[in-house]
């Protein structure tokens, strides 16, 4: 299983952009998929996540900003994030799994996601 996520740069306040991650190697749509966001010195954040079956969460701090969606057609997770902030600055790594149990997606951590992306980095300016 290969996750390839592209879509960061550097953007101004107020602005836009869509990340993506491409998943090749796997299939089957039943697995649950995560963008974390890291920046220097901090631990990894979720930022949003969606499982097999569609349901989605977004974290506290962009919700209403960030949109996650999976083109199952396609086997390709979005991240669209709109009204960016200088506190969204940071890399940005989508992670899948097949194995969670029902209804884990939204609460799986770093450490329990077996395949990851080599992070994409976003880079909002005041």
């Known amino acids: 299983v290969y996750l390839m996520d592209s879509g960061g740069d550097s953007v101004q306040g107020g602005g836009s952009l869509r990340l993506s991650c491409e998943v090749t190697?796997?299939?089957?749509?039943?697995?649950?998929m995560a963008w974390f966001r890291q920046v220097p010195g901090k631990e990894p954040e979720s930022v949003a996540t969606?499982?097999?079956?569609?349901?989605?969460a977004i974290a506290d701090s962009v919700k209403g900003r960030f949109t996650i969606s999976k083109d199952n057609a396609r086997n390709i997770m979005y991240l669209q994030m709109n009204s960016l902030k200088p506190e969204d600055t940071g890399m940005y790594t989508c992670?899948?799994?097949?194995?969670?149990?029902?209804?884990?997606?939204?609460?799986?951590?770093?450490?329990?996601?077996?395949?990851w992306g080599s992070g994409t980095q976003v880079t909002v300016s005041s």
């Open positions: 969606i499982d097999g079956d569609g349901s989605t």
């Open positions: 190697g796997y299939t089957r749509h039943s697995y649950c």
């Open positions: 992670a899948a799994d097949p194995n969670f149990r029902p209804g884990y997606c939204p609460q799986a951590r770093v450490r329990d996601f077996s395949y």
